[in-house]
Structures are given as structure tokens and as C-alpha cells.
């Protein structure tokens, strides 16, 4: 240190002596091992990440066949687009007043998952998801929580500690979902199990140490073609289980407008409903995956609810249909309103779900009141939670539709947009031919067939 001196006459302060402060050594160090910008710097990682699964589950849920993992792929992604909203919510109170969370220089790190996209098959993509990035992320958020401060930094360990919760609970159902489809598809395994292994190659450089540097390194390119992937395309139209019957139209009234009848026929024909809600949940998911990049933060919210909401109303009917003893294979499963929207542009198909939701919602709640009355308490009770959700599907797609309208410039109102979607659903259904027509009735025949043979033999 320099010794105090004289300048010109005038005395000049002595430098600020070293002083002996208080180190409770262990604990103190441990604790205080992130500050606050460093916590946000990771958490916005985390942020990404999380959005980037969302999005690649989305884009993957019309082009799996996989009856299981279809049903699970909304929940995941819903799961993950809760986190994903809370960590950046975190964010932002760590940069208040700061509003902005950009990608900027973490996008190689979410780039290594969004790689995972070109898997070779839905097998491949689910194991990938099961046995590598999920596993990768329950690492990275384990390892972060072994740094915070659960003082200081509280509620990020709140939320990452729930959100590991849901994160062991997913991958526990990944897992058997990714054993069972392997185990009824040998064919799919070999090249499964070679992309899985090059997914997990590429994510062991993203280690914690790594991933949480102030300056991201740089990580080893992933060549998806070399593990065997292909350049991913979202599905334009609905891929469904073998397992089940695969028709054009499910029920005679998906293409020609008639009664929905009454009693046991009206039970059977809204599971059949239900269980085709498969496509909306399609539906929703592809508009996640097409409008994401260019959309503000709550789309992600919105649109993974949306889709998550429509797999519930799926299974609603798949759960009925199986209490009422029909097999997968009595089960007829279509893609029609999915596959309508498959020439139209990304605003039309969030105009092909807000026209079903908004033409059909007034059904909700009076059949909620038939299967009431009626005593079928199970199928009430499914059109009551089914009619809350509507309501507000109904919403978000009106809010969507007229931001995205506004934001390509377009002079039109969701209402207008809505009709063109029904003009494209009109006419799929006009094309029904007469094979078409014969094979739904067969369908129909067969199940109100046995329906009726149950009745008889519950009496
Ligand atoms: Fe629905
Ligand atoms: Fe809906």
C-alpha cells in the first residue's frame, strides 16, 4: 500500500486499510456461491430449455403414432411450459426493472436440444427424451439446487424443487411408455437405440460446470444424420395406432350433418367424440410448434394448456369406451379435422380449432344435463370439465387469432377466418365417398351392436 503524503500543503486520506470481517467458512461459502446475476444467467438457460422441450413435443404429437405416448406428450409439455413460464418469471424479478429475456448467446447450449428434433421414428424421439434430455435436465436443475441458496435465493428453489417432482414423475411414465411402444415395435429399436446413444453423446459435454459459466463454451456439434436422424418436418396429418380401427370418418355424423340420437346411442356416439378429440390436441400443438418463434411468452402457456386440455377430453372417452368393454380395436379413430388444415397456412389452422370449439361448445353443457338426468353420472361429469375448458378455449383462440392477424398485417376478423376454416372442413367431409360412408356404418352397426348386448345382459 502507498504511504500516506503531502500534495502541495494539503494532507490526502490514506487508502482504505484490509479489515477483519466475519467468514462462518463452510456454510458462508456454500451460500453464497451464486449472486444474483449469475443465478438469472442459469435460470434463463433453464428457461430456454424447458420452452425448446415444449416446442419439440408439440411438433411431434401429429406425426406419433404411439397411442400411449400421444396421450402423454400434452401432459409433459404442459408440465414443461409451467416451469418454463415460473423460471422466467424468476428471471425477471432477479433483472427487475429489466424486462427483456432474450436467447442471445445460450442458443448453441438449447441447440443441442433442439436437435432432438430429427429423430428417426416417434420411438426414437420418445426414448431420446426418456433416456437422454430429460435425464440431461433433471441433472443440470439437481446441480443448480446443490449451488442456491435456499435463504437468499428461495423461491427458485421452491420452484426447481417441484419442478424436479414433476420431472421424476415424467420420466417414470416416459420410461414405461418408451419400454412398452419398443416392446410392440422391435422393427423401431435398432435405430432408436442408435439415436438415444448419439443424443446422449452430444449432451455429456453440457455439463453443469459448463452450462452454468459465465461465458457458454462451445460445445461439440451434433450431427443428427450421423446418429441416424432425418431433418424434422411436422406431421400435416394425424398419424394413428394400428392398433385401433382407422377410419376417414369415426361416426356417420362426422360427415353428414344429422341428429345426434338419444340414450345409450348418445352415450357411445360422445365417447367416440371425446376419444377423436385427439386431433385438437394435434391441432393446438402444431399451432404451438408453427407460431412459437414469433409469438409473445403466454402462447407458450395458452397453447400447451390448449393442447394438454384436448388430450384430456381424448381420454374422457377413451376411458368411457374401455368401462364400457370395447377393445383399442372396436375404437374408431379418424383424422379429418386435423388433416383438413394440412394445405391451409398456420393462422387457418388456429381457425379450424376455434371454429369446432366455438360451433359445438353449446353441446357441453346440455349433454352434461342428458347423462345427468339420464343417471350416467361418469359421462356428466366429463362434459361439465369439458365445458369449463371450452370456455376457455374459446377465449384463447379468439385472443390468437386476432394478435396473429394484426401482426402479419392481415385486415380480417377471427370470425372471417373462422368461416374459411369451415369452408376446408366442409369440404373434407364432401369428399367422403361411398366406401367411406359404408366403412363408418359398419363401425356404428357394430357398436351400438354391442352396447345394446351390454344393456341387455346389465338388466
Ligand atoms: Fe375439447
Ligand atoms: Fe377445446
Known amino acids: 500500500m502507498a504511504p ?11 487508502a482504505p486499510q484490509p479489515r477483519l470481517v466475519l467468514q462462518p467458512a463452510a456454510t458462508g461459502q456454500r451460500r453464497s456461491a451464486l449472486m444474483v446475476g449469475e443465478s438469472a444467467q442459469v435460470l434463463k438457460r433453464f428457461h430456454f430449455l424447458e420452452r425448446e422441450l415444449v416446442r419439440m413435443a408439440a411438433g411431434w404429437l401429429p406425426g406419433t403414432t404411439d397411442w400411449e405416448t400421444k396421450l402423454l406428450l400434452p401432459e409433459v409439455l404442459w408440465q414443461d411450459a409451467l416451469v418454463a413460464r415460473s423460471l422466467r418469471e424468476r428471471v425477471l ?3 427487475y426493472p429489466e424486462r427483456r429475456i432474450a436467447i442471445d448467446q445460450d442458443a448453441a447450449l438449447v441447440g443441442l436440444y433442439a436437435n432432438c428434433l430429427h429423430a428417426p421414428s416417434d420411438l426414437a424421439f420418445v426414448m431420446g427424451l426418456a433416456r437422454a434430455v430429460k435425464p440431461h435436465l433433471r441433472g443440470l436443475l439437481a446441480d443448480y439446487l446443490k449451488l442456491a441458496d435456499a435463504l437468499d435465493d428461495a423461491p427458485s428453489v421452491h420452484l426447481l424443487e417441484h419442478a424436479l417432482v414433476d420431472l421424476d414423475r415424467q420420466l417414470a411414465r416416459l420410461e414405461a411408455v418408451t419400454t412398452e411402444f419398443a416392446t410392440r415395435r422391435p422393427e423401431l429399436v435398432a435405430s432408436a437405440e442408435r439415436w438415444n446413444a448419439g443424443v446422449t453423446a452430444a449432451l455429456a459435454g453440457a455439463t453443469a460446470e459448463r452450462v452454468f459459466a459465465a461465458t457458454l463454451p462451445e460445445f461439440a456439434a451434433f450431427d443428427p444424420s450421423a446418429a441416424g436422424g432425418r431433418t424434422f418436418a411436422i406431421s400435416r396429418t394425424g398419424q394413428r395406432d394400428a392398433r385401433f ?3 376417414r370418418f369415426a361416426w356417420p355424423d362426422r360427415h ?8 345409450v346411442q348418445l352415450q357411445v356416439r360422445q365417447a367416440i367424440h371425446h376419444l377423436n378429440e385427439v386431433w385438437a390436441a394435434e391441432m393446438a400443438g402444431a399451432c404451438l410448434y408453427d407460431l412459437l418463434e414469433q409469438a409473445p411468452h403466454d402462447f407458450l402457456e395458452d397453447a400447451a394448456r390448449w393442447c394438454f386440455d384436448e388430450i384430456r377430453h381424448c381420454r374422457m372417452g377413451y376411458e368411457r369406451l374401455k368401462q364400457w368393454g370395447f377393445s383399442e380395436a372396436e375404437m374408431p379413430l379418424d383424422a379429418f379435422s386435423y388433416d383438413s388444415g394440412q394445405h391451409a397456412d398456420a393462422i387457418v389452422r388456429l381457425g379450424v380449432i376455434f371454429y369446432f370449439e366455438t360451433t359445438y361448445i353449446h353441446t357441453k353443457p346440455e349433454r352434461a344435463k342428458i347423462f345427468g338426468a339420464e343417471g350416467d353420472r361418469l359421462s356428466s361429469h366429463d362434459m361439465d370439465f369439458d365445458w369449463a375448458d371450452e370456455l376457455i378455449h374459446s377465449h384463447y383462440g379468439k385472443k390468437w387469432l386476432t394478435h396473429f392477424l394484426a401482426q402479419a398485417g392481415i385486415q380480417r376478423t377471427p370470425i372471417e377466418i373462422k368461416q374459411q376454416a369451415e369452408a ?10 361411398t366406401e367411406d360412408k359404408a366403412a363408418t356404418q359398419a363401425i356404428f352397426d357394430r357398436m351400438m351392436s354391442k352396447a345394446r348386448q351390454r344393456l341387455e345382459s346389465a338388466a
Open 4 to 14: 500516506a503524503r503531502l500534495n502541495g500543503g494539503m494532507s490526502v486520506t490514506p
Open 93 to 95: 424479478e432477479l433483472r
Open 245 to 247: 380401427t382407422r377410419v
Open 256 to 263: 353428414t350433418p344429422q341428429p345426434p340420437g338419444a340414450g
Open 424 to 433: 376446408g372442413v366442409l369440404t373434407f367431409q364432401q369428399s367422403a365417398t
